[in-house]
């Protein structure tokens, strides 16, 4: 038996070539949107993988450090090394800020560590050039992304940092390319103050008779230099040791109640489920509009097409040909177009994912997954056409 | 080259009512025709006469409210259809030839004539001998592969008269088979049906109001107001 469908589409191949086309860009949006919440996802567990920690010590009662602000002594860590099971700590800070360049600037999370500690909790991982921070003070390591190159100068606040290294996928959850800096250089730039309330402080506390006894030398400028540092981190980052599970560490150092202790699975919960959640259902939203857009689109243009043929179709009914035929007919043509058109969407989503801002990841299983779905809608949609030919009088192709 | 058919139409007191109780209008009174096998007649009247109810009633397309039809020796309908499965019996017992080919525009010409024993579950490679078969036979078979869009409109109705005979019935309905065509090719066209008509034993009722062609049949049968009567045709393409 002949392909009726296969012989229209050959006949008609440019019409329905520039129709799956169009589709195309249409699924090719789709995929993307898809792709933009993988992306999502899949920086956000970058995120924690880069961040080389086991467990998250939190301020208690915050969801801290990326989903909630969240500040602890920088003490902390000294007595979480002492605590069974725990191989290392070191605090960090977090720190989402626009790091000036060249009279532009970037976005970026700014991450503070402690220098010189490679293979620490909170580190830069995926090193690609450079080296890791040795120096105390303006050495920096920022991620590709950032756009910075090796010896380039950035500015964070007042004080100017040397690149000393370069990094591969160091993003923060919402993609933001990031930074590290020293330690203290980061706990600086994230509770300085400016300029004038400084010098307006510190004329308050000279003013004050209390900090400026005779008798008591030094103390002023005691009183000043407390005033200007600061000792809070926003989480101890701890990974545990070789043989033991995350949780069986927690659970003791939970029982100090000051402190919120994240294994990994939680932490995780807290990215997903709280902190892209939001974006998470808006684009969930924009895929159901767009697969509803392509849906209408298929009906649409196979509605259309079954119409231009009503015709022949009274006459194929009149020669004999059975129901099914027809209606195999339209089905398969309402499939090739919505096979052309994923074929297209998939190749234009691969073409321009890397030209998104954000990180766009397109998963084989979501290909899959778009296929069927993009299968079903064709099988749907067709629904009215066929109904539409099923309805064609054979009497049609007689006249009168 | 074809086996005679033994066939024919015989309608005996057709009727058909359009709606019912006062609304109700009667197209058909009580029909009555017979063709012969390897005849062709011709269907004439005016517009609103009952042509095309008749063709419809004859084409197993509407149902006829009363009276007789009989397709060769079997009774189809007979104050009810008595056929089951009315898409098999004009695939396999009627072929129709339309004012317009109507051609598929998908197919090639021949695959154009060879759908219909296709679909009646003849094989590919015999269905297409088929239509090369008829294509010869109407003197077109250097067209076989073209698509209908590249033939004449004369090609085109000679295309749909091979459509029309391929499955071999007993009965042919040509609904004014010669309207866009010019005398030359509606009298080529006409010659071509009688020619097949004989050949392959097949009764043709042609409607027409085509002057032209007209005098052509031997028998015309006048429809007015639902009812027809008989009458003698000049013959005049024949002679």
Known sequence: MISLAGRDIMHAWGKFLFTGLGLGLLIGVTLSMAGIYRGMVDDAMALLDNSGADLWVVQKDTLGPYAEPSSLNDDLYRGLLGMPGVAGAANVTYLTMQVRRDGSDVRALVVGVVAGGPGEPGQPRQLVAGRQITRNHYEAVADLASGFKLGERLQIRRHQYTVVGLTKRMVSSSGDPMIFIPLRDAQEAQFLKDNDAIVQQRRRTGQNPGFNRPGVPGLLEAVIAAQSSNSSVNAVLVRVKPGHSGEEVAEPIRRWKRVQVYTRQQMEGILIGKLIATSARQIAMFLVILSVVSATIVAFIIYTMTMGKIREIAVLKLIGTRNRTIGGMILQQALALGTIGFVVGKIVATFWAPYFPKYVLLLPGDAVRGFVVVMVICTLASGLAIRAALKVDPAEAIGG | ?239
């Open chain 2, 1 to 239: 080259m074809a086996e005679p058919m033994s066939s024919g139409i015989r309608i005996e007191g057709l009727r058909k009512v359009y709606g019912q109780g006062d609304t109700a209008v009667e197209a058909l009174k009580g029909v009555e025709m017979v063709v012969a096998p390897g005849e062709v007649v011709g269907l004439v009247g005016p517009s609103g006469s009952g042509k095309s109810t008749l063709l419809k009633c004859l084409g197993a397309v509407i149902e006829p409210s009363g009276g007789r039809m009989i397709l060769g020796d079997e009774v189809i309908y007979d104050e009810g259809w008595r056929i089951g499965d009315l898409r098999a019996l004009r695939r396999d017992k009627i072929g129709f030839v339309f004012q317009a080919p109507y051609l598929i525009p998908f197919l090639n010409v021949t695959d154009n004539v060879a759908l219909p024993p296709m679909l009646a579950g003849v094989a590919n490679r015999e269905a297409r001998r088929r239509a090369l078969e008829l294509f010869a036979a109407l003197d077109i078979g250097h067209r076989a592969q073209a698509m209908p869009s590249q033939l004449s409109g004369g090609e085109q109705q000679r295309v749909s008269i091979a459509r029309a005979l391929v499955n071999r019935p007993p009965v042919i309905l040509a609904d004014e088979p010669t309207a866009p065509l010019d005398s030359e090719r509606a009298l080529s066209v006409i010659r071509i049906l009688n020619q097949m008509a004989q050949q392959y034993q097949t009764a043709v009722i042609v409607v027409t109001h085509d002057e032209k062609i007209i005098p052509t049949f031997k028998r015309i049968y006048h429809i007015r107001d639902g009812r027809t009567h008989e009458e003698a045709g000049e013959g005049r393409l024949l002679a």
